[in-house]
């Protein structure tokens, strides 16, 4: 029993049978959109808290863990990562991950639903801190059409930073957008799906795996982290190259770039690469 | 709100404003002892969960990751690790895998609720498999006294496997007990409290540090792991050494261990090591 239901905001995963939570003391907006409900909460001990169609998006508090590990990995085992596209990501978290790389010379964030943006720009201003940095460009469209219009080869890294595999994002984990994202990729590049918890989602991580596979990528791995606000608390996010290894960078490359972590080091980059499936 | 609060157990952890919780079957047991309140539940999708005073101690279904970062990189850091004592630890998953190195010629628990253990053999088996190990030795006494009588320098590896830092735990985070431990220890030795939450808990974890240098270890670190069912879903587990350093061990040494593990190796060990504090 919660002490005060009134109080809390609580998101149970019915396929684990779990629930998670947090003390709310404030429900600061709640805004219908052609796509989706989103709703945001000031907590007690946790910043704010956005949901969609309630289910919990990212919290102030532990947010960095899953845009760290979402964007570095990736884009440091990339040996230029110049041109890279976000699918989803409203929050911009990821964005301003990208954004601490200075070989980015693009950084494009495909988002459905533009009011995910406008409720950060509010909510999570911290994460937009990088929005008006000349290589970002914000486009709110499908995400789909966006990688299937895309000239083939053009891109380093693909980050699909998609919310549940429910909804408007469900045709982000199909076959065909995988597909169309190694078309849309040049040799080398990389494909990052976030793939839900190593512990209860092992038959969607199998076939987003499978999904990878099919499309052609050589290299295939999927990075384990904590994460405290999803179920479980134990999350992945998988990557695929189109030719060439994922492997961490060297500490060099990692103290020369500069970029400021909270989780993320090639150590972690390396034990994360190592996770197996329980 | 959860669906319906009669068919959940769930825990509250006010210093951070969360709750955890799992669907619940069943109630399987309810004792209270000399030192505690134990229940077991049947979960929906967890096996079955042990609580004590109202903390989640274990489920069948995510135990494997504290067991493993509890014992493993400590074990597998020391070259010889003989004589093994475990403070705590009595659902016997640390005991476990602990007897899973052939190195060990001796394990001990000492758990101060016999309780604790008999409610583990009857409702988490599996973890119990190897207490007939003619190498383990089951003690049911307080752990503080029984360090402090252990003969100095006799010992390679002390795992404090115990409870939270309130009840019947509070002295194993004093630094009386860490100094005793370091007494305890032979030259090389380790010692391994389990230190709660990175995320929630920097400054218990801070004050086991200070206890472990202010006891003369040589080398501390602090060890991040995903574990679901403890709050936030992050923990972790702080190592100390006496004299020498901490290290993975070489993949031929884990492999020609045999031990077989579901989310411990030597790379997940070398990222773990570097956790850092956010």
């Not at 609580?10 to 989706?36: I, M, N, P, R, Y």
């Not at 992945?236 to 993320?264: C, H, M, N, V």
Request: glycine share 8%; proline share 6%; hydrophobic share 35%.
């Amino acid at each position: 029993m919660l002490p005060d239901s009134e109080n809390w905001f609580t998101e149970v995963c019915k396929e684990a049978g779990s629930v998670v939570g947090w003390q709310v003391d404030e429900h600061l907006d709640h805004v219908e959109t052609e796509f989706q409900t989103i709703d945001v909460y000031r907590t007690r001990h946790w910043g704010n808290l956005m949901v969609i169609d309630g289910f919990v998006m990212l919290t102030t508090r532990d947010n960095f863990l899953y845009h760290e590990m979402m964007t570095h990995p990736a884009l440091f085992a990339h040996p230029a990562p110049k041109r890279v596209v976000i699918i989803g990501g409203g929050d911009c978290g990821t964005l301003r991950e990208v954004l601490a790389h200075r070989e980015v010379e693009s950084a494009v964030q495909c988002e459905i639903d533009e009011q995910v943006t406008r409720l950060s720009e509010k909510h999570f201003s911290e994460l937009c801190e990088r929005n008006d940095d000349p290589r970002a460009e914000l486009v709110f469209d499908d995400g789909l059409a966006f990688i299937k219009n895309t000239v083939a080869g053009s891109l380093d890294v693909i980050l699909v930073d998609s919310t549940d595999p429910i909804g408007p994002a469900e045709g982000l984990f199909g076959p065909e957008f995988v597909a169309d994202c190694h078309r849309a990729l040049a040799d080398g590049g990389i494909l990052v799906q976030q793939s839900e918890s190593p512990l209860i989602h092992q038959n969607l991580i199998e076939g987003i795996r499978g999904n990878m596979e099919k499309a052609g990528f050589d290299t295939i791995r999927t990075l384990g982290f904590p994460q405290p606000c999803y179920p479980s608390g134990w999350w992945s996010a998988t990557q695929a190259r189109k030719g060439g290894i994922l492997a961490p960078p060297s500490a060099d490359r990692f103290e020369g770039s500069g970029i400021r972590t909270r989780y993320y080091n090639p150590e972690v980059h390396r034990g994360a690469l190592a996770t197996q499936m329980p």
